[in-house]
């Protein structure tokens, strides 16, 4: 299973990016795909989860700002990012496993996908 991250940049504070991991295998290993991040120096942390057949998921400090959503069709879960601060700047990587476990542990995810960059300055 490979998931490939695509989407980070640079922005200003207030502005958006939209973040893409597209999943080579859909099956129910890969049943739940999640977004976390990791900033300099600090733990990785959740961000927001969904699953092929719905839901979403996000942590506190993005709700209301951040939405998770996916194209089946393409095998792609999306994470649109607004009102970006600058404490959103990390590298975001997305991951997969069977949504058996709690979606906020990254340690219950098996596939992870190789980070993007997401720099917000102020």
């Known amino acids: 299973v490979q998931l490939q991250a695509s989407g980070g940049g640079s922005v200003q504070a207030g502005g958006s990016l939209r973040l893409s991991c597209v999943v080579s295998?859909?099956?129910?290993?890969?049943?739940?795909v999640a977004w976390f991040r990791q900033a300099l120096g600090n733990d990785r942390e959740f961000v927001a989860a969904t699953t092929w057949i719905g839901g979403a998921y996000y942590s506190d400090s993005v709700r209301g700002r951040f939405a998770i959503s996916r194209d089946n069709a393409k095998d792609t879960v999306y994470l649109q990012m607004n009102s970006l601060r600058p404490e959103d700047t990390a590298v975001y990587y997305c991951?997969?496993?069977?949504?058996?476990?709690?979606?906020?542990?990254?340690?219950?995810?098996?596939?992870w996908g190789q980070g993007t960059q997401v720099t917000v300055s102020s």
């Open positions: 295998e859909r099956t129910a290993a890969t049943n739940r």
């Open positions: 991951a997969a496993n069977a949504a058996r476990d709690r979606y906020e542990r990254a340690s219950n995810y098996n596939y």
